[in-house]
RNA sequence: GGGCCCGUAGUAUAGCUUGGACAUCACAGAGGCCUCCGGAGCCUCGAACCCGGGUUCGAAUCCCGGCGGGCCCGCCA
């Protein structure tokens, strides 16, 4: 249909085939599908634009699946014949099933780094963005057609993971009275290993910031860390408390393909081959202490001293130059490297970027930044500070809340599929709350919002998706099953229409929000049809339906199948029942 | 001081990349809906583009300058 307005219009003077395209909205308004300002071509054609558009109007040829096509002001709208909509609309959804809206395998292999979070302490919900635009955005990009590895960078070596080792290695008889005290009143029994080893973590940096023995006693852990000579507790530690966070993301549906070890990078040898190829680069500089770096004066870089070290004085690596060895490894494996990182690391990004110019590597990750959760009433969420709110924390209660919920309104269901109900509709509540915000603005973060279960949120995505599903449970156990014949030739109510309508949208929802990684309009989309869905639903009978009844059961099959492909993308649980 | 990001109804948010017809949606507020298939729903109403310039036939959208907020400028990560 476009591509037959298009020629049509383009016999308008000073009208190429590209600016028509442009101009022409598919979004749509009451009345028309299609619209196409006409000021432009006026202009250029020195006619009054009312006159052009009207002229315009009559004079189109008829276009198969186009049932009028008329002016208002200056703009040729577009009618689509709604049959002809509905029947493509319909057949498409059918035919591709789980895959409609997705783009064909485009043989792309592409790497997603996300969440990265040193393993030192549970997850906050501001450490949770990170995790769930990036899982978001890597179902995206697999629907987009590309094949997506999802990669986790542990850092076992820092400083982070350092004081954790620190503290619990020594016996707890001899901890400072400040540090112990942040396991009064816990069990290590009833806590996950990341909540209980993590709870001296605030304490033990403020600690070593004060005790200047205490920090040079962890800087020597951290050159042991660095030189492969960890204590054998270290890893141990480590890992119980990566498996705990990792425990917490799987609760959202969170999960990796891949994990890569920091040190496993400095002892394959990976970070010194970085180091001698930046040794080697153009602006190295050595400083009066032996450190080594690069002089980043011609980078645009917004510091200070225009230098960044990538290698200290007693011979460590920094972040940085880790950061440099695993990149070529990922350039190494993978055509496209997707970074999501928070705003703060922003200069960190581009200081790798520098860093890889000047060892002659061409290319670059692409960074996902997104801007940080704060507290209810402002101020950074900090698990340095202890100024937090656990995600496991905001679960449980949404959790009861869901569960509270259920019970009212299922009395009859079995104990274990309401909790499973409960469990499905807290996770959906929280990941969506989160990932429904475009990324680059700051999220205050309000209990109540994150609770809701109404409104703009996971669960009314989930619900319309369970009623569509009993809708058509009902449909089968009438035997009614091969009455959808899957074609829409008898929707024509305004509702069915605008359904049909969002539903085509879809497709080109979704490469928009591949080719932008805006993940947030799948959630806004998602939003959209359930609410539409629900419109239809009130207003129009399916069942009690006789003409049109097949044809709405194909609509509303079409829908379930819709709303299903959005709750997969977003990561929430689809449920057959809630 | 320098750099990046954000600023839309009471609150929150979409639209901004690619400028077009009455700016999206939710919560809160007011009023309604057992007509059927699930009321986690539906309908109606009131309410917004930070300020000032510029470009343009046309600016929430692009440019410049303010103002307000967030973040960064470590031999931390």
């Known amino acids: ?77 577009f009618e689509a014949d709604p049959t002809w909509l509905a029947d493509r609309t319909l057949a498409l959804v059918t035919a591709r099933g789980a895959t409609y809206g997705a783009a064909h395998p485009t043989g792309r292999t592409v790497c997603v780094e996300h969440t990265s979070a040193n393993p030192n302490s549970p997850f906050h919900i501001g450490r949770v963005r990170n995790a769930l635009i990036g899982d978001t955005l890597a179902r995206i990009l697999r629907a987009a057609g590309h094949t997506v590895t999802t990669q986790y960078y542990v850092d076992d070596i820092g400083r982070q993971s350092a004081m954790v080792t620190w503290i619990w290695s020594k016996p707890r008889s001899s901890w400072p009275p400040e540090i112990a005290a942040t396991l009064d009143g816990a069990d290590e029994t009833e806590e996950r290993a990341d909540h209980w080893l993590g709870r001296p973590y605030p304490a033990v940096a403020a600690y070593v910031k004060s005790h200047p023995e205490a920090a040079a006693d962890l800087g020597a852990l951290c050159e042991r860390l660095e030189r492969g000579d960890a204590p054998p507790e270290h890893r141990r530690y480590c890992d119980a408390i990566l498996g705990g966070m990792l425990d917490s993301l799987r609760r959202v549906s969170v999960t990796f393909d891949e994990f890569v070890w920091e040190s496993a990078l400095i002892h394959d040898g990976s970070v010194e081959a970085a180091v001698e190829r930046l040794r080697h680069a153009p602006h190295f500089v050595r400083e009066e202490n032996g450190a080594l770096a690069i002089d980043t004066a011609s980078y645009d870089l917004p510091k200070e001293d225009e230098r960044a070290v990538f290698l200290r004085g007693n011979g460590t690596s920094l972040y940085p130059t880790r950061d440099v060895a695993y990149h070529l490894q990922k350039f190494g494996r993978f055509e496209r490297v997707v970074d999501v990182l928070g705003q703060d690391h922003l200069l960190h990004a581009k200081t790798l970027g520098a860093l890889l110019a000047e060892i002659g590597e061409p290319r670059r990750p692409e960074f996902v930044l997104y801007q940080y959760i704060t507290l209810p009433g402002g101020g950074r969420m900090s698990t340095r500070k202890g100024t937090v709110v656990w995600l496991d924390t905001l679960l449980d209660e949404a959790i009861d809340r869901a569960r509270t919920e259920v019970r009212t309104r299922h009395p009859e269901l079995p104990e274990g599929e309401a909790e499973q109900i409960a469990v499905a509709v807290a996770s959906g509540a929280v990941r969506y709350h989160i990932v429904r915000v475009a990324a680059d603005k700051a999220v205050a973060f309000q209990w109540e919002e994150a609770l809701s279960f109404e409104g703009r949120s996971g669960p009314f995505v989930q619900y319309a998706y369970a009623r569509a599903t009993s809708l058509l449970r009902k449909a089968e156990e009438d ?100």
């Open 1 to 77: 249909m476009v591509d037959a307005l298009v020629a049509a219009l383009a016999s308008v003077p000073g009208a190429d085939r590209a600016a028509v395209e442009r101009l022409l909205d598919t979004a749509g308004g009451s009345g028309w599908d299609l619209a196409i300002p006409v000021h432009r071509f006026a202009a250029a054609a020195k006619r009054p634009p009312r006159e052009l558009a009207a002229e315009l109007a009559a004079g189109l040829p008829a276009t198969p699946g186009v049932a009028r096509r008329f002016a208002v002001g200056a703009y040729v709208n």
């Open 479 to 578: 035997g009614g099953a091969r009455e959808a014949d899957g074609s829409g030739g008898r929707l024509s109510t305004p509702s069915e229409r605008e359904l049909v309508r969002v539903l085509a949208r879809f497709p080109s929802v979704l490469a928009a929000a591949a080719r932008t990684t805006h993940v947030h309009a799948i959630a806004g989309y998602a939003h959209d049809l359930a609410e539409t869905f629900n419109r239809f639903y009130q207003s129009t009978p399916v069942l009690k339906a006789e003409a049109e009844r097949a044809s709405r059961l194909a609509l509303v099959a079409a829908c379930r199948q819709v709303l299903g492909n959005t709750l997969d993308l977003l990561g929430l649980e689809r449920l057959e029942r809630m």
